[in-house]
């Protein structure tokens, strides 16, 4: 029984703040390698060869590799980053936009504004308005996405 047992008080405070803050500035490294080698990829106007060379210097070598290509190329990261986070915002945008139908469909009040214009110009008879009238306020015509109501008064 010669195996000596260390109790919480025989590691002093000042020895937790050291502990702590090594094992902080190790995920910051880690965190910093990551975005090194995320840029590395990102980078649209760097070559194959120069990506490839990039990589090698910062795995072989990471801390040299990593202080030198944030040295040399540090400056754009933040721009790169900041391109990337637009260009994923402008088309979530896009898709949110598209689903939500605003790209090219026309509400059921532009259709009836069309639909009286028809009927102003003599195109069409009052049956015939009052019929495509019903289909698009019901949501079955043209602003309702299916077109049903086409034939009605499209002539």
Known sequence: MSAQTYLAYDYPLLSVFWSMLVFFLWIMWFVLLFRVVVDIFRDDEMSGWAKAGWLAFTILLPFLGVFVYV?????????????????????????????????GRSSSVDELSRLSEIRARGDITDEEFSRAKELILTGHGPAGGTGAATSSYGR
């Not at 540090?74 to 949110?96: F, T, V």
């Open 71 to 103: 040295v040399a190329r540090g400056k754009n990261m933040g721009r790169r980053e900041m391109a990337q986070a637009r260009a994923q915002q402008d088309a979530l945008d896009a898709r949110i936009r598209a689903a939500a139908g605003g790209g």
